[in-house]
């Protein structure tokens, strides 16, 4: 066990958004729309601890600004004076220009090359029932 696998990769996104979002209310009901744009800035880590030709606990790291859209629709439904139901749906997608990634080597060389592309998608469903008092 020795050699066991071990790895990991730590990929963070960092960055900012700007967004819209429509709405629409009456007394039962509740309805809104919302779009998101983000400006992104991707890093990452990893220890590939089964190659013995790269270094550890950094085997290479990486970076890379992109971009991203993010949709949402949300819907309310008032029951009674008591309950309310609600139901949302979210897509993201997220994605970099080619950025760059440098590789750690056992011998103490480093090299370097072209990261082609990193890229992100989530898309939900949530639902939940709200009692008031």
Same mark, same amino acid.
């Given at each position: 066990?020795?050699?066991?696998?071990?790895?990991?990769?730590?990929?963070?996104?960092?960055?900012?958004?700007?967004?819209?979002?429509?709405?629409?209310?009456?007394?039962?009901?509740?309805?809104?729309?919302?779009?998101?744009?983000?400006?992104?800035?991707?890093?990452?880590?990893?220890?590939?601890?089964?190659?013995?030709?790269?270094?550890?606990?950094?085997?290479?790291?990486?970076? %890379?600004? /992109?971009?991203?859209? $993010?949709?949402? &629709?949300?819907?309310?439904?008032?029951? #009674?004076?008591?309950? *309310?139901?609600? +139901?949302?749906?979210?897509?993201?997608?997220?994605?970099?220009?080619?950025?760059?990634?440098?590789?750690?080597? %056992?011998? /103490?060389?480093?090299? $370097?090359?072209? &990261?082609?592309?990193?890229?992100?998608? #989530?898309?939900?469903? *949530?639902?939940? +029932?709200?009692?008031?008092?």
């Amino acid at each position: 066990f020795r050699n066991a696998l071990n790895s990991h990769y730590h990929a963070q996104w960092q960055g900012m958004w700007m967004g819209l979002e429509w709405g629409l209310q009456t007394p039962n009901h509740e309805l809104s729309v919302s779009a998101k744009y983000y400006w992104l800035d991707y890093s990452a880590e990893a220890n590939w601890n089964l190659r013995s030709d790269f270094a550890h606990p950094k085997s290479f790291e990486q970076w %890379a600004t /992109g971009a991203g859209t $993010g949709l949402s &629709l949300f819907y309310g439904y008032t029951l #009674s004076k008591t309950f *309310s139901f609600w +139901l949302n749906w979210t897509q993201e997608s997220w994605s970099t220009d080619p950025g760059q990634d440098k590789v750690y080597f %056992a011998d /103490g060389s480093v090299g $370097g090359t072209q &990261l082609n592309e990193v890229s992100w998608e #989530s898309s939900g469903i *949530s639902t939940g +029932l709200v009692m008031k008092f």
